[in-house]
């Protein structure tokens, strides 16, 4: 066991706990999967304050091309996104910069009009975790979730911290302020439960790195047409082993990457393949966690027990 997993660094959140040995989940209306989309709609700065530990920009100030190429997602994208996911009856569950309900309200309205789902992504995607003192990241964590309140009526319930920058601490804040569930913990492809230091019940909803559009486009540098294929492959096996317990597909998506005139055809057709199934539970990340804290937290927590020789 390393020195960080001993002390509780922040980083022992969850125990081992085999996927062929756990208690069944079972969706509304006995479906297979839950299928959620996350698109993430944020805000970028040209000129953000510095960070020691991250550079924004990878290239000299301004930086113009990654600058712009976010704004077209939040002028242009994030239209043609939301038509597409009008079209499949899909209700994004957003991951928001906070900051875009300030520059752009429009953007806010829209989604308010579909009931989307609002959870938070910090302030600016410019503005980092690292280096944050615990009582300044509470803050910044405290802000986003009063902006959200205030603009939409309702306050969020899951976390993903701006660009993916958590600290040790991030998720026994996020559970302190009130929320249910991460987006920051990348080890499953179920439900889990996730040890916080207030031990109030808390969950780790599957959020895809693999299917993330940023990741393939820009990381792995995939074809438009094989990230649609990717969608599809992930979804057949997600839905053959939600035949024997519920599975969660997440997609998650950015208005400057997926929405680009040359790649959208290829995410139309993986949505349309997936809801032409039956069985599928189409959600947003609070349902998903709402209905198992409710209906399968419990008997989550008795399993894990079990498999690791009792409680902590």
């Given at each position: 066991?390393?020195e ?5 660094e ?15 989940i ?95 992504h ?7 975790t690292?280096?944050?003192?615990e ?18 009526g ?45 031990g ?20 792995n ?21 939600g ?24 995410f ?19 349902e998903?966690?709402?209905?198992y ?6 008997a ?13």
């Amino acid at each position: 066991m390393t020195e960080s997993v001993e002390t509780r660094e922040g980083l022992d959140y969850y125990r081992p706990w085999p996927y062929d040995q756990r208690p069944r989940i079972e969706w509304p209306g006995g479906a297979r999967i839950a299928l959620w989309v996350a698109p993430n709609i944020e805000v970028y700065e040209l000129n953000p304050p510095a960070n020691a530990y991250r550079t924004p920009w990878p290239y000299p100030f301004p930086a113009v091309p990654g600058y712009s190429i976010r704004d077209y997602g939040n002028r242009v994208g994030h239209m043609r996104q939301m038509r597409l996911l009008d079209k499949y009856g899909i209700r994004g569950s957003i991951s928001l910069s906070s900051a875009l309900i300030d520059h752009h309200p429009e953007i806010i309205e829209l989604c308010k009009e579909r009931e989307w789902e609002f959870f938070s992504h910090g302030i600016y995607n410019t503005r980092y975790t690292y280096g944050l003192t615990e009582d300044q990241e509470r803050s910044l964590i405290q802000d986003s979730i009063d902006s959200i309140r205030r603009a939409t009526g309702e306050a969020p319930v899951g976390y993903l911290a701006p660009a993916l920058s958590h600290s040790e601490q991030t998720i026994d804040l996020w559970a302190e302020a009130g929320g249910i569930y991460t987006c920051d913990l990348f080890h499953d492809d179920q439900p889990t439960p996730i040890d916080v230091r207030s031990g109030k019940p808390f969950v780790s909803i599957p959020y895809s790195l693999e299917l993330n559009d940023t990741i393939a486009y820009v990381v792995n540098k995939v074809e438009p047409r094989r990230y649609g294929q990717m969608i599809k492959d992930a979804f057949d096996r997600l839905y053959a082993e939600g035949a024997t317990s519920g599975t969660v597909m997440c997609i998650p998506t950015h208005n400057y990457q997926v929405s680009t005139p040359h790649r959208l055809r290829a995410f139309e057709e993986a949505l349309e393949y997936i809801t032409g199934h039956p069985d599928v539970w189409v959600t947003t990340g609070r349902e998903i966690a709402e209905h198992y804290l409710a209906n399968h937290y419990d008997a989550a927590l008795a399993s894990i027990d079990a498999v690791n020789g009792g409680p902590r």
